[in-house]
C-alpha cells in the first residue's frame, strides 16, 4: 500500500515540511536512510542512476552523492550534525549546481506501532526565492516516486 506525502510550505517561513507514512518498522525506515547502498535504490524519482560517492554517517560525518539522468548529473552534498539511530537526523544539503543554497534538514522517525512508522521532516532554506524553486522543480513529485521505491524495499525486506 502506498501512503500519501503531505508536503507543505508554511506563508511566511523558509521552510518546507513533509509527512509520510510507511507500512515498515521504524528500524526498517532508519536503516534505508542510513545505509548508502539502500539509499541509492529509492533515493529519487524514477529513472535515476545514483552514486554514493562519500559517506559518513555519523555525527559531523558528511556525505556526497550524484544523480544521473538523460539530462546530465546532479551532485549534492552535505554533513550529518546529529544522527541519532532508529529517532532523529540533522544535517545540510546543498544541490552543487547552486553553490552557497544550504539547507539545514530535519528527519524524525516515530514508531506508531504494529510495523508502521511515520516520517517527518522540515528543511529550512537560505532564502523564499530558494524554497520556492525546490517547489517549482517538481521535487514533491520526485519525493512521491521516491517513496514508492522505498515502499518496495522495504516491503521485500
Known amino acids: 500500500m502506498t501512503n500519501a506525502l503531505e508536503l507543505t510550505a508554511?506563508?511566511?517561513t523558509l521552510?518546507?515540511?513533509?509527512?509520510?507514512?510507511?507500512?515498515?518498522?521504524?528500524a526498517a525506515l532508519f536503516r534505508a536512510h542510513a545505509d548508502p547502498d539502500l539509499l541509492a535504490r529509492w533515493l529519487g524519482p524514477h529513472g535515476l542512476e545514483m552514486d554514493?560517492?562519500?559517506w559518513d554517517f555519523r555525527d559531523h560525518g558528511g556525505y556526497r552523492y550524484v544523480h544521473r539522468t538523460e539530462h546530465g548529473a546532479f551532485a549534492f552534498n552535505g554533513t550529518f550534525h546529529t544522527?541519532?539511530?532508529?529517532?532523529?537526523i540533522l544535517q545540510t544539503f546543498e544541490f552543487e549546481g547552486a553553490p552557497d543554497m544550504v539547507n539545514l534538514e530535519y528527519l524524525w522517525f516515530e514508531d506508531l506501532g504494529d510495523?508502521?512508522?511515520r516520517?517527518?521532516?522540515?528543511?529550512?532554506?537560505?532564502?523564499?526565492d530558494a524554497r520556492d524553486a525546490?517547489?517549482?522543480?517538481?521535487?514533491?513529485?520526485?519525493?512521491?516516486?521516491?517513496?514508492e521505491k522505498l515502499d518496495a524495499l522495504l516491503a521485500a525486506g
Open 52 to 54: 554514493v560517492t562519500e
Open 83 to 88: 544522527v541519532r539511530d532508529n529517532e532523529f
Open 15 to 26: 521552510a518546507m515540511e513533509f509527512t509520510r507514512v510507511f507500512d515498515a518498522p521504524v
Open 115 to 117: 510495523g508502521r512508522s
Open 119 to 128: 516520517l517527518r521532516g522540515r528543511s529550512i532554506c537560505p532564502n523564499t
Open 134 to 147: 525546490l517547489l517549482s522543480s517538481g521535487m514533491e513529485g520526485g519525493m512521491t516516486e521516491g517513496y
Open 10 to 12: 508554511p506563508v511566511d
